[in-house]
């Protein structure tokens, strides 16, 4: 009971600690990826919180993997270091009988890692595309802010407003409108417009302005001024629906539906939390401390060895795609393959097996003559 009470204590401490190191850093670098895209106009500006949200709630598994694999490796390796191993060790308790308590500790978030792996990654890619389709669906109009240039969604026009006059109106003051279209190109000025509906378009209607207009490659330039004139800015795009992503379907609709894009989408949600459940094994397996190589040498090899594993499970999705692999042999190969390497070392180590005393012959006792006594 003092064993497996005084590990979770410390895996409590430092799994928590980590896991607020490693949200931090996610954080910061989804918040520049986050704002690069708000500046290109991929995503409303007014939403970067609630995308930072979504991105990081679907990271979250990767997140409490390495945040596991880190904490427990790390307290093993502090148990060695400190001599605590040894105490253990000569109290009867193996190397392999860590496993309880680690697995005691790790349920829950391992849980957790199922969970969001399985479900919540299709409900978080569901969300943040339906917020970029929402906002790429503007129309043009929707898209001009005061004092900012702003290009159309077909790229064939470029807007810019002073300031807006009346928002109940919808009118705005200093309006600049450089466009081209079917061969001319067009640089329209207007101290005033207003928006106008008609039917089902929006018509933009500029008051007391000019407007050049030339053909392209030819030097001729026609200008006219005039006193109101309008021009239709279409209607808001229709959200695409056509092509479905096979990260925004559940499982049953991926289950149903056994194609090579659904099998591969499949293969790496349930590698994820199979991949967790190797970790704690590895963690066993792996912790140890070198004298002469500090604190910081084993934990680098820890995180390359997830590294490693991680672009594994991410290259076997690609596998199964282009057809390399089946999705029930992928699993088999890559995870179960990992789990019996895991456990293989984990044994080596408990046991204390070394190629040495395998290749060591055997010593025999001499036998003695008949008659002579031993």
Sequence with gaps: MLFQSSIRRELARSFGATLVVLITIVLTIVLIRTLGQASRGVINPQDVMLFMAYSTLGRLPTILTLSLFIA?????SRMYRDSEMVVWFTSGQGLGGFLAPLFRFAWPV??????????????????????QERYGSRSDLDRVAPGQFQESSNGNRVFFIDRDA???RKSSNNVFIAATEKGKSSITTARSG????TGDSQVLVLENGQRLENQIGQSALKISEFAEYGTTMGNSVALNTEVVDAKLLSIPALVK???????SELAW???????????????????????????SGNMVFVVLTFLVYNNLVNLGQ???????IGFANLLVLLHGGVLVLGL??????????????????????PRLPEGTDA
């Excluded at 849980?111 to 792996?117: D, G, V």
């Design 72 to 76: 427990m490796v790390g307290t093993l």
């Design 257 to 263: 539906t056994p194609t090579r894009g659904n099998a």
């Design 110 to 131: 391992l849980l957790i890692i199922t969970l969001t792996s399985l479900f919540v990654w299709p409900w978080t890619n569901q969300q943040t595309k339906d917020m």
């Design 166 to 168: 009346s928002k109940e």
């Design 318 to 324: 690609s596998w199964i795609f282009g057809g390399l």
């Design 194 to 197: 207003r928006i106008q509906i």
């Design 269 to 295: 949600r349930l590698g994820l939390a199979l991949a967790a459940v190797n970790f704690v094994v590895l963690a066993v397996a792996l912790a140890s401390v070198n004298p002469r190589g500090g604190r």
């Design 344 to 365: 293989a070392w984990l044994a080596k180590r408990h046991a204390n097996w070394t190629l040495r005393a395998a290749l060591r012959p055997r010593s025999r006792r």
